[in-house]
């Protein structure tokens, strides 16, 4: 966490410094300062990973609990505002404040064997899941001119995600049967880090209409660390056992449109 907050003093005090630089003259003089905001629409690329809650048939043949857990949609939006600075021919540096908004929902789906009835149990509960978040990167583009409207731009950036979703929470389940009323079947969702560094590689296009530009953006967003985790545990008086633990984070690829003045 403290090398977090270096990081995040060390982005501040550069984010600080490139907008010190900005006064309304400056702006009309030399257009090396822009500003824009833009929506985006997103895919989660580790489906894969929040979906690890799968049972095989070593589970049914010994019958054993299992619990599986799917993801219905893996798609979100999100919006930002931006800051670009042209310093140094065809480069720019830029800083942004950008804001995602997930609200997944998942069917948590687990089963056990009932030695009473002879047989295998098996019920779902729904569980709704809010994953926002705040990202500040520090970005730094190359142009390179295709046209006298059109510049294509390519982006790499570091930053950092701070979590703005729900904490800690959790849901049970239970089955219908008497040699199982005592066992509860849980599934909590863990957040792991409130605070996590992040990779950003973005491809771009400028339209520029006069003094203002309209951008499109493809970019990829990468977590080097794992942000959360799914637990699935089966308690009852005598026991606290853990199922399945299945940590993921928030890789994503983005569509984006901005406008910039």
Known sequence: MKKYSL??????????????????SKIKE????HFG??????????????????????????NLPYAKLELSSSTFWGCYFEYQYDFYKRFSASTRLKFTFRNNTYDFNYSDY?????????????????????????????????SENISWIASLGVGLNFNLSQ???????????????????????????????????????????????????????????ENYSFNNYIKSEDLNLLLVSSPF???????SLGFFW
Do not use: W
Request: glycine residues 4%.
């Open 114 to 146: 009932s030695t009473m009835n002879g047989k295998r149990l098996s019920s779902t509960n729904e569980y709704d899941l809010s994953l926002n978040s705040l990202e500040i990167p520090i970005i730094l583009n190359y142009t390179i001119p295709m």
């Open 167 to 225: 904490t800690d929470s959790s849901i049970d389940g239970k089955l219908n049967a008497l040699d199982l009323n005592d066992k509860t079947y849980h599934l909590d969702f863990e957040v792991l880090n409130n605070t996590s560094p992040f990779i950003y590689i973005g491809t771009a296009f400028d339209f520029n209409c006069k003094k203002h530009k309209f951008r499109t953006t493809i970019a990829y967003t990468l977590y080097p660390k």
């Open 249 to 255: 984070s928030q890789n994503y690829l983005e569509i």
């Open 7 to 24: 990081m995040l003093f060390a982005m501040c005090f550069i984010s600080i410094g490139l907008f010190a630089q900005v006064s309304r």
């Open 30 to 33: 030399t257009q090396n300062n």
């Open 37 to 62: 905001f833009g929506y985006l629409y997103a895919v989660d690329l580790n489906n894969h990973k929040t979906n690890t809650f799968e049972y095989n048939d070593y589970f049914l043949s010994h």
